[in-house]
């Protein structure tokens, strides 16, 4: 043992030191860390004792390091070395990474260098990923990006896009979408999905929608065989409405791929049907209003229905392109007065002049009703006005009447019925002319390329960038500069009359929350929260948190139905209003993809990338954290009323108030709470074990006797080889585990999934007025003199389809028949119509379907959304028929036209 103590004489220098006062150094040597690696390096051989763990890769060459080393530098060597079997091993075997590549990324670990050529890229990027190297890793991706040309960009994003990638992946994007990759050989060996991903940005830069339909029937016809059935698919990404209907006449109608599918033909008549003129007539002898459809594709003019009250100046309008007005007494096409409604899918006529009465009345035509009906009138009559929709609210401006020109503007909400007068313009107009970029419209629910959000109206977010970036990978922060884009969703006066008008309770409709010096606190008394107790805390600092807003808030209700039907996930929606200088929440992650906008006021936001992989996409939402456990923010932000900010899970953020001198109001949606694949896979293994042990012995054979004594934490220690028993053991769990791919049933798994966790619990679908009128709530109705109408509908002479396809589940469970005491298969038609607004709140109904009416419930499903004559559904099959009567009483099905039509 060596002596490190000091003698007498060494202790009698230090005193001398110490009373000489002299001052401490920090000495550090720069190359010291190289120097040492250097050493580490050169004891790298399989006859040096340092060495403690050989890799082993799949063709026998070793790689020799120091555990210690490799597991400083990568968590994948840290788990392997402190939690795994092979903690205790001296080789490991390192499966698919060719051995020249494993040796290159050990040497970086010693080395800090590495040489990355157009050779080994590829397979370093791969090998790096595995390893958690991730510095290599973006070598590779900055190696890449620089490499990027239309031959090669197809085949790195999808490699980027493999080993997450993402600043790569948005690379290539962003160079895909301005080349001319649809050009290269490259795009004709690509799967059908990569197709899709590639024709379905927003942005791609493409001189006419014509190029990605001639590419997508190429790629089609490269192979035909293989892939003329996935044209359907394909199809459905091309927006066929915004081809000129000259192509769409010349090429796209008389292609025999499309003609000879079902599905396609209905792409193009949806295209065609686009294209429709509709043109309006008025008699001054009859002094009734006419209107005539044109459609260019046919070449016909056919007359449509008349409108109520007269607006004395005939008008043309074209859908699909510039929205047009044409006045007889200008000769010429206007931008203004009577307006198309992309969102409600209806036209609405403003005011006019009957004759010399001017006109207040506002009237709606719904083109799949082929039905006009009036709403609200406006304030004042008058004629010649301007009219224009935004975000779902349509715009009046100005016109006259016989007190002359006004400036008035008024502005009609269609979810209340309600007109509300807004300031008045700087000067009186007539015929106020806005103009527009000439920019090619389309219904949003049935062809918009992107449809992250089913409800364009309200919030296009991630609809207006590629979704694919940031889909559980990236933040998204959109600015908008709109301070009314989110007003219709919710607002103050709302939150004050909700408090108002309802008995909402502490902890479950409302919580008072405040965050201060590191410590987040609850106040929530009990009982009712009354609004001046809730204010009193607002003046007080404190944050407000409205829980379950849907059940009180129409708006907020109809954008989740709308939301959820586009996730299949279950939609969750929190209101937060926040007092200026202050913060109500701690720094936290959730378990939940987040979307917030901004309503009112502003609110400061810092967002933090998750600290570590098992914070990525977590299940469960974390603790409060302090501020010196998150590190520095990737998102520094004030969000503005109209701004979006979505956030994946796992993303801690904290947002405050404390240096704005206004409040904060903001919603924040959520979904795809515990809908991940370990969800679903947990699902599908029990399923598949139940399945297993019904049909195979193996799985019901008993456990070894004495299986305790070879296995267990004790025996993990001993070193191998493991005894027999155990080895045998371990071979027949393998095995059983591969054979249980073979009692798989993917689509019974989907249904329970589905069932379980989002049609049980889900919010019953928004069911918009136009709908109403053709289902069974448009029948039977109370009059005010206290009799009922009697409307007897004729079901055979109508066109049905399901009211909403993803509101149904067709599903097949076992059921135990009292009667016989045996299991039975049942068919059942879940559906989610019926369901509260409330979580958990009443079970999802169902109705069961008889063995042999499943098939025509499956065509029910496969036709939409086409309706199908009840009468070519049931071909005079009593029980059919009977069915269908059943779900029409239910309010499952809806018809082609209004119910009045259908009275006998």
């Not at 070879?710 to 080895?727: A, I």
Request: hydrophobic share 35%; proline share 4%; net charge negative.
């Amino acid at each position: 043992m060596w002596d490190m103590s000091m003698s007498m004489e060494e202790m009698d220098s230090v005193q001398q030191l110490k009373s000489n006062q002299c001052k401490s150094i920090n000495y550090n040597n720069s190359s010291h860390k190289d120097r040492v690696f250097e050493v580490l390096q050169s004891f790298r051989n399989e006859n040096d004792i340092f060495c403690d763990i050989m890799l082993q890769t799949d063709d026998g060459i070793i790689v020799y390091g120091h555990k210690y080393i490799l597991a400083s530098a990568t968590p994948y060597f840290k788990a392997m070395f402190s939690s795994f079997s092979e903690s205790n091993k001296d080789r490991v075997n390192i499966t698919k990474v060719d051995s020249t590549i494993l040796k290159l990324l050990i040497d970086y670990i010693y080395t800090g260098e590495i040489m990355i050529t157009h050779e080994n890229v590829q397979f370093v990027l791969v090998a790096a990923d595995l390893l958690q190297l991730d510095y290599v890793k973006q070598a590779c991706g900055d190696f890449l990006q620089k490499q990027l040309d239309p031959s090669n960009c197809l085949g790195i994003k999808v490699l980027a896009d493999l080993h997450n990638c993402i600043e790569l992946l948005s690379n290539c994007e962003a160079f895909i979408k301005k080349q001319e990759v649809v050009k290269c050989d490259e795009f004709l060996s690509l799967s059908a999905e990569e197709v899709i991903t590639l024709i379905s940005f927003n942005d791609i830069d493409v001189p006419f929608e014509e190029k990605v339909y001639e590419c997508v029937i190429k790629w089609v016809k490269h192979e035909l065989n293989q892939r003329k059935h996935l044209l359907p698919n394909l199809m459905e990404h091309v927006r066929l409405p915004l081809i000129s209907k000259e192509y769409l006449v010349e090429n796209v109608v008389n292609e025999p791929l499309l003609k000879n599918d079902p599905k396609c033909k209905e792409y193009v008549f949806e295209a065609l049907h686009f294209q429709i003129v509709l043109v309006l007539s008025w008699s001054k002898l009859e002094k009734k209003y006419t209107t005539n459809w044109y459609d260019p594709a046919t070449n016909q003019l056919q007359l449509g229905p008349e409108i109520t009250n007269c607006n004395q100046y005939p008008t043309g309008f074209v859908i699909g392109s510039d929205t047009k007005n044409y006045s007889d007494s200008h000769k010429d096409f206007l931008n203004t007065v009577d307006v198309f409604n992309l969102n409600t899918q209806e036209w609405q006529i403003v005011g006019g002049l009957n004759g010399s009465t001017y006109l207040k009345s506002v009237e709606c035509y719904d083109p799949s009703l082929d039905k006009w009906y009036p709403v609200a009138e406006m304030s004042i009559e008058r004629c010649n006005v301007g009219v224009g929709v935004l975000n779902d609210i349509m715009y009046v401006v100005g016109g006259v009447n016989e007190l002359g020109i006004h400036k008035c503007v008024e502005a009609y909400s269609p979810s209340n019925g309600v007109w509300t007068s807004i300031a008045d313009m700087h000067l009186c107009r007539e015929n106020p002319v806005k103009e527009k970029k000439k920019t090619k419209f389309f219904i949003f629910h049935s062809v918009a390329r992107n449809r992250f959000f089913q409800d364009g109206a309200k919030i296009v977010g991630m609809a207006d960038t590629s979704y694919q970036n940031h889909w559980e990978k990236n933040i998204l922060h959109v600015p908008r500069n709109s301070s009314n884009y989110f007003s219709q969703l919710f607002s103050l006066t709302e939150l004050d009359t909700i408090l108002r008008e309802n008995n909402l309770q502490y902890g479950t409709n409302v919580d008072i929350t405040s965050y201060t010096d590191n410590v987040r606190e609850t106040h929530n008394p009990v009982g009712r929260a009354h609004p001046h107790v809730v204010w009193d805390y607002f003046n007080n600092e404190c944050s407000v948190r409205l829980l379950n807003p849907q059940l009180f808030a129409p708006e907020i209700y109809r954008f989740m139905a709308n939301l959820q039907e586009y996730f299949g996930s279950l939609v969750g929606c929190n209101v937060y209003l926040t007092p200026p200088f202050s913060q109500g929440f701690a720094p936290h992650y959730d378990d939940i993809e987040a979307f917030v906008v901004q309503v009112d006021g502003e609110k400061h936001w810092r967002v933090y990338k998750p600290r570590s992989g098992f914070e990525t996409l977590p299940r469960t939402s974390s603790r409060n954290f302090h501020q010196d456990e998150i590190g520095e923010p990737i998102l520094d932000v004030i969000l503005r009323p109209g701004d979006f900010l979505y956030m994946p899970r796992g993303y801690i953020h904290q947002a405050d108030t404390l240096f704005t001198e206004t409040h904060s109001l903001h919603l924040t949606f959520s979904s795809y709470q515990q809908n991940s694949m370990y969800d679903f896979l947990q699902v599908v293994v029990n399923n598949s074990l139940n399945n297993a042990v019904k049909n195979d012995v193996s799985y019901r054979y008993g456990l070894p006797i004495g299986y305790q004594h070879f296995g267990g934490l004790c025996e993990s220690e001993k070193p191998l080889p493991r005894t027999v028993q155990r080895q045998k053991f371990e071979n027949q769990i393998n095995q059983l585990i591969t054979n249980l791919k073979k009692h798989m049933d993917l689509d019974h798994a989907i249904d329970m999934f589905s069932l379980k966790n989002y049609y049980t619990n889900s919010l019953p679908p928004s069911i918009c007025n136009g709908e109403l009128l053709r289902t069974v709530a448009n029948g039977t109705k109370m009059l005010p003199n206290g009799k009922t109408t009697e409307l007897e509908i004729n079901l055979e002479i109508a066109e049905v389809k399901f009211i909403r396809k993803n509101c149904f589940r067709l599903v097949e469970e076992s059921m135990l028949d009292e009667e016989t005491d045996q299991m039975i298969n049942e068919v059942r038609l879940y559906y989610n119509l019926d369901n509260s607004k409330q979580l958990h709140s009443n079970e999802c109904q169902f109705v069961v379907i008889p063995d042999e009416m499943g098939l025509f419930v499956k065509k029910l499903f496969n036709i939409y959304p086409s309706f199908i004559k009840v009468s070519d559904l049931c071909s005079d099959n009593e029980q059919a028929m009977q069915l269908v009567n059943d779900l029409w009483e239910r309010g499952l099905l809806i018809t082609s036209k209004d119910i009045t039509t259908l009275s006998t």
